[in-house]
């Protein structure tokens, strides 16, 4: 079964103070990896998608790294707005009627507070 | 202008009843989900369809329904909810293959 791991469960920065967080990951047949930002009482929002090991893409602060068994995203000199729970979430690949499909296993999550 | 739109956004209801949950997305994709979000804000998958053929069912009790009438809309039937049903549901699309999915903004449940 595919399973995410997301560390640390809750970070606290002060503004500009970079970091990054960590998503351990055991799927097999990995289709694609996701970061999506989850601001209270909003869905999740899609940040970056990373498909193989070595790959990396950036976003303003967020830049996201891949290895063949976790992921980081390294948050550059934060700001307030940064804040948010930030999910990791694999693509494993589910079969049905002789075609591939994805399936999304999420982490728990961390949560991001930025002060200022 | 919104891309996946659920409705409604909140729903308070006793036990023992029954309710839907409507999702649309225009985004032209052809996969949809449903998600549950539990308290400690894990989000978990419930339903996949394909071109509104069922693909995952992930253990879901069978008081759960998913209806899909289209590719566009996915909705979400639940009888004799219990108090266990509360959480956050969330319906998201995306193109088959390789592509990230997109959220709607979910639709919080209280079962009192």
């Known amino acids: 079964e595919d399973q995410v791991t997301q560390s640390p469960e809750a970070l606290r920065l002060q503004e500009g103070e970079s970091s990054s967080l960590n998503c351990s990951y055991t799927v097999s047949g990995l289709r694609g990896l996701f970061w999506y930002r989850q601001d209270p009482g909003k869905g999740p929002e899609f940040l970056f998608t990373l498909y193989s090991a070595g790959e990396e893409k950036e976003k303003e602060r967020l830049k996201a790294t891949l290895t063949k068994k976790e992921s980081f995203l390294h948050i550059t000199a934060p700001k307030p707005e940064d804040s948010a729970t930030y999910l990791c979430a694999v693509q494993g690949k589910v079969e049905a009627g002789g075609t591939s499909y994805g399936k999304l296993t999420f982490g728990q999550g961390t949560i991001l507070t930025v002060h200022p | 202008d919104t891309a996946v739109s659920q409705t409604p956004k909140y729903l308070v209801t006793q036990m023992g009843n029954d309710k839907s949950i409507k999702c649309e997305q225009n985004l032209g994709h052809d996969t949809m989900y449903w998600y549950k979000q539990d308290s400690k804000k894990f989000l978990k998958i419930m339903f996949s369809y394909n071109n509104k053929e069922l693909i995952i069912n992930e253990t879901v009790p069978n008081r759960f329904s998913p209806k899909s009438p289209d590719k566009a809309h996915l909705n979400l039937h639940i009888n004799s909810l219990e108090l266990g049903d509360s959480a956050v549901y969330f319906c998201?699309?995306?193109?088959?293959?390789?592509?990230?999915?997109?959220f709607g903004q979910g639709t919080r449940l209280t079962v009192v």
């Open positions: 998201a699309s995306s193109r088959t293959g390789r592509t990230e999915a997109f």
